[in-house]
Nanobody
Framework: QVQLVESGGGLVQAGGSLRLSCAAS????????MGWFRQVPGKERDIVAD????????YYADSVKGRFTISRDNAKNTVFLQMNSLKPEDTAVYYC???????????WGQGTQVTVSS
């Protein structure tokens, strides 16, 4: 099992920044692909960004490219999501997820609320 604990969510004005963190335990962190997803009520959970085991490859949804940055610290078993130039449409519950096999996210955090006011 992998335990994931997110932190860093909150309320911010449009144009502001937040940094989400996700601390992992229970597996060798460097063997896990990591991703950030978000979900609003009534909609499916969508991927925001992901990062490979070594951190050498990243992916971003079009809606966040140029504004969000995913990174990881394998020594600290932590993945981050730096969110800049936030927009009201970024409001959602953000989830951290871990994949033992590429693209197959089978471990999830409890989620952290991000609210962007206009």
């Amino acid at each position: 099992q992998v335990q994931l604990v997110e932190s860093g969510g909150g309320l911010v004005q449009a144009g502001g920044s937040l940094r989400l963190s996700c601390a992992a335990s229970g597996r060798t962190f460097s063997r896990l692909g990591m991703g950030w997803f978000r979900q609003v009520p009534g909609k499916e959970r969508d991927i925001v960004a992901d990062i490979s085991r070594s951190g050498g490859r990243t992916y971003y949804a079009d809606s966040v490219k140029g504004r969000f940055t995913i990174s990881r610290d394998n020594a600290k078993n932590t993945v981050f999501l730096q969110m800049n130039s936030l927009k009201p449409e970024d409001t959602a519950v953000y989830y951290c997820a871990a994949a033992e096999n590429y693209g197959k996210y089978n471990f999830w955090g409890q989620g952290t609320q991000v609210t962007v006011s206009s």
